[in-house]
T-cell receptor, first 114, second 112 residues
Framework: DTGVSQDPRHKITKRGQNVTFRCDPISEHNRLYWYRQTLGQGPEFLTY????????KSRLLSDRFSAERPKGSFSTLEIQRTEQGDSAMYLC????????????FGPGTRLLVL | QKEVEQDPGPLSVPEGAIVSLNCTYSNSAFQYFMWYRQYSRKGPELLMYTYSSGNKEDGRFTAQVDKSSKYISLFIRDSQPSDSATYLCAMSPYSSASKIIFGSGTRLSIRP
């Protein structure tokens, strides 16, 4: 499978715990995006990388959230001290830069904070 | 007010019907318009994209953009039960290197 992959697909955690999600983009894609989607809503942009550089962060990304893409390949999204409001689907997308680039989405990681 | 407004539905139509899905937007900077399909518990899948006002057709799907009215539509002809999904309109001010602003999605059900 050469699409975007995310791991884990599901995560249940207790409030206050830290969680980390991983995204593996399509191999030749230099851009990687993280979005969050809550029930009944469309995805909301969180942050974006071009290669290993984090170029944009949303105001939604509080200090408890951190994302990395250390070698310009896979990315991790960490949430510290999780809160119940963090329960959502976390989606990763990747693209190859250029005119009319298409963002290809992974299957998402569904987080439930109890 | 959200930058992109989309009727959440649900919308239920019989198989074979023509489906019309719509979004309005407020940001005149949007230049790149997309429709994504999302099946339950899956990530969004790009159906169509367009840059300009007018129509773009791909098989049973037609995307329509009216920039003067800030209104976009997706038409599905000869709808099939496999088209049952949530349809998300999306837009961006640029055609590359940009976050996408999504509508809230319309849940569509095609009755056999």
């Amino acid at each position: 499978d050469t699409g975007v992959s995310q791991d884990p697909r599901h995560k249940i955690t207790k409030r206050g715990q830290n969680v980390t999600f991983r995204c593996d983009p399509i191999s030749e894609h230099n851009r990687l995006y993280w979005y969050r989607q809550t029930l009944g809503q469309g995805p909301e942009f969180l942050t974006y990388f071009q290669n290993e550089a984090q170029l944009e962060k949303s105001r939604l990304l509080s200090d408890r959230f951190s994302a990395e893409r250390p070698k310009g390949s896979f990315s991790t999204l960490e949430i510290q001290r999780t809160e119940q409001g963090d329960s959502a689907m976390y989606l990763c997308a990747s693209s190859f830069g250029g005119q009319g680039e298409t963002q290809y989405f992974g299957p998402g990681t569904r987080l439930l904070v109890l | 007010q959200k930058e992109v407004e989309q009727d959440p539905g649900p919308l239920s139509v019989p198989e074979g019907a023509i489906v019309s899905l719509n979004c309005t937007y407020s940001n005149s900077a949007f230049q790149y318009f997309m429709w994504y399909r999302q099946y339950s518990r899956k990530g969004p899948e790009l159906l169509m994209y367009t840059y300009s006002s007018g129509n773009k057709e791909d098989g049973r799907f037609t995307a329509q953009v009216d920039k003067s009215s800030k209104y976009i539509s997706l038409f599905i002809r000869d709808s099939q039960p496999s088209d049952s999904a949530t349809y998300l309109c999306a837009m961006s001010p640029y055609s590359s290197a940009s976050k996408i602003i999504f509508g809230s999605g319309t849940r569509l059900s095609i009755r056999p």
